[in-house]
Structures are given as C-alpha cells and as structure tokens.
C-alpha cells in the first residue's frame, strides 16, 4: 500500500489504494448510518487499542506518528490572542488530553475534552486533573446552545465520515456564544481510506479546503483565515472561524 504521508492526527494516502477496502466509499449518498456508525467504531477501537504506543504519559508521541507538540501548542497560544482567559473552550477529540488540553489550562482556560475513546478518555481524567473530560461520539453528541467561547479540533474531525463532518457543523455553530471561534484542522483535498496504524486499523476521511469554507459560511461559521500545513508530499488545512 502506497502511502503519501500520516498527519498528527490523520493521514493522507493514495484514493487508489484503498480501493480494495470493504468500507470504501465510492459516493456520499451511499453511505448509510449504520456504516458510518462502524468506520466511527473503528476509530474508536483503534485508539482504545494504541493508545500507549500513540503518546505516553509524559505527552511524547510515537516517533512514527510524526507529531510536533510545539505546532499544537503555537495553535492554542494564537486561540490565546482572540479568545480571554476563563473563556470555555471545548477541544473535540481530545484524546489523552495531552498535548491540547493540557495547553488549553495551562492557558487559564476552562477546558471541555471530549474523546470517542473510553481508553483516551480515562487517560486524560488522570493526566490533566484541571479539564473536564466527556467520553462520547462527537457525531452524535450535543450540548446547550451558547455553551463554549472557542471549539478546537486538531486532527479530529477528519476521523468522523464526511457527511457526519458536515452535520456537525451546525451543532458546532450552536455551541458557540455569539462571535465564539472554531480552530480546527481539515482537509486539505478529498481523501477517504481506511489502513494500519501502529498495529490497528483506522479510518480517515475529508473534503477538499474548498468544500469545507462553504459548509463553514453556510452555518454561519464565517472563515477568517486558513493556512496549508504541509506534512510531507501532502498536508491539512488549519483554518479559523468566526460564528455570526
């Protein structure tokens, strides 16, 4: 299997490889509940299982996943700039709480993690005491509206199937206060496979940058910005929004 390069928190590899995959998905509309449910099952079971070997205690990545903890840390300290100590910031997949969470109060902020992972989720209750943690599906979880000044998924959202990345969106939207701000990293072209990951399967899926500002302005979640973060031959799409 030919593979162009594995982001932090996601990968990106040739279409063509992933053909002969049992879950591939040829078209959106093909995809029911019940399958997206599994590939998000998947990435579930996937991180239950390499949870270790994906960071350690001290917050060190596996040296395969290619991690740079000063890169998460640069994006909490730009949220810092727009978003006032206290605020209520929800990091979505948040895995063991670390590097992210723990930068988010160590921040002054008031953080929410919320991990799909029962593995992670236990992991980041005892790592970082000051958060609060929810272990739950983001696909399908919901809060109050107006709940959260800031929303920050890095690597996160393009381990949740497309169409429900695009139903999320307006939950997102609702969570957040009145000019509230949305961190996240997307895709940077469309890509969808599932494939070995430290000795578990797991399942990745995006859009193109494109795609995702207009899902983002059609909820009101207006783009300010968006910077290519290049991983290799490939790369992500950071992007900030604004909710209006």
Request: net charge negative.
């Amino acid at each position: 299997m030919t593979t162009k390069r594995r982001g932090p928190r996601g990968r990106e590899s040739d279409a063509e490889s992933s053909k002969d995959l049992p879950l591939f998905r040829s078209t959106l509309e093909q995809e029911t509940p019940e399958v997206r449910k599994r590939w998000r099952d998947l990435v579930r079971d996937g991180y239950d299982a390499i949870s270790f070997a994906y960071r350690d205690d001290e917050g060190r990545p596996n040296s395969t996943t290619d991690e740079h903890t000063d890169q998460y840390r640069a994006w909490v300290d730009e949220l810092a700039l727009m978003v006032e100590p206290g605020s209520r910031v929800l990091d979505l997949g948040c895995g063991a709480g670390l590097p992210t969470t723990k930068e988010l109060v160590t921040r002054g902020f008031s953080a929410v993690g919320l991990d799909i992972s029962p593995v992670q989720i236990e992991r980041a209750q005892r790592l970082v005491p000051g958060a609060e943690f929810i272990c739950a599906d983001m696909a399908t979880w919901d809060t109050e509206p107006s709940s959260f000044d800031a929303v920050v998924a890095f690597y996160s959202l393009i381990h949740v199937p497309v169409r429900d990345q695009r139903d999320l969106l307006p939950r997102i939207r609702r969570w957040l206060r009145p000019d509230g701000v949305l961190l996240a990293v997307v895709g940077h072209r469309n890509w969808m496979g599932i494939e070995d990951y430290l000795g578990a399967q797991m399942f990745w899926d995006h859009a193109d940058v494109a795609t995702y500002l207009q899902w983002f302005q059609d909820v009101r979640l207006m783009p300010v910005w968006n910077r290519y973060i290049p991983e290799g031959a490939s790369g992500h799409v950071l992007v900030l929004a604004r909710a209006v």
